[in-house]
Antibody, heavy 115, light 107 residues
Framework: EVQLVESGGGLVQPGGSLRVSCAAS????????MSWVRQAPGKGLEWVAN????????HYVDSVKGRFTISRDNAKSLLYLQMNSLRAEDTAVYYC????????WGQGTLVIVSS | DIQMTQSPSSLSASVGDRVTITCRAS??????VGWYQQKPGKAPKRLIY???TLQSGVPSRFSGSGSGTEFTLTISSLQPEDFATYFC?????????FGPGTKVDIK
């Protein structure tokens, strides 16, 4: 079964940076685009970013453009989200999700932006 | 950006009831829609893709329909394990957008 395990969440001050990671297994990582989706506490789902399988194309929601960078290491089956200039409204559980069709989800990692 | 509206926002139902949830897109999105179930503290789980195709392993009481701008998720006979929040997703173009969710709880 597909496995997606996020890590790297935690408490960070406003204006700070954090990188969350996702380790993928039980499928050929390099064959799939990957996405990050977030969910603020008690709120709905928000798609954040997507990266094509060869890193040739990346897309972001407007609210994170210029602050967040999605990347991947196909040799290590790892997906990353580098988050800079963090704001309180970025507080959320961040899910790593396989494919542009968002078929398989990790369990999420919590990012809290607070002073 | 494509807006996804979802109705109702919540509903109360009994075991055995038929439940229908509707999502409407602000523009035509072919059948590029998925439906997800989320239980408290858990990651979403995909139930339906391409508007009407049942995800492998998902019970057949779940079904999806629609194309263009209007989509429905139907649970033919609600079971105790189906009490959860349901979301629709459009992946027709970027940014992908979710409906606000429908919480299904016990009457």
């Amino acid at each position: 079964e597909v496995q997606l395990v996020e890590s790297g969440g935690g408490l960070v001050q406003p204006g700070g940076s954090l990188r969350v990671s996702c380790a993928a297994s039980e499928f050929i990582f390099s064959d799939f685009s990957m996405s990050w989706v977030r969910q603020a506490p008690g709120k709905g789902l928000e798609w954040v970013a997507n990266i094509k399988k060869d890193e040739g194309e990346k897309h972001y929601v407007d609210s994170v453009k210029g602050r967040f960078t999605i990347s991947r290491d196909n040799a290590k089956s790892l997906l990353y989200l580098q988050m800079n200039s963090l704001r309180a409204e970025d507080t959320a559980v961040y899910y790593c999700v396989r494919s542009a069709w968002l078929d398989w989800w990790g369990q999420g990692t919590l990012v809290i932006v607070s002073s | 950006d494509i807006q996804m509206t979802q109705s109702p926002s919540s509903l109360s139902a009994s075991v055995g009831d038929r439940v229908t949830i509707t999502c409407r897109a602000s523009q035509g999105i072919r059948n590029d829609v998925g439906w997800y179930q989320q239980k408290p503290g858990k990651a979403p789980k995909r139930l339906i893709y391409a508007a009407s195709t049942l995800q492998s392993g998902v019970p057949s009481r779940f079904s999806g329909s629609g194309s263009g701008t209007e989509f429905t998720l139907t649970i033919s006979s609600l079971q105790p394990e189906d009490f959860a929040t349901y979301f629709c997703l459009q992946h027709y173009n970027y940014p992908f957008t979710f409906g606000p969710g429908t919480k299904v709880d016990i009457k």
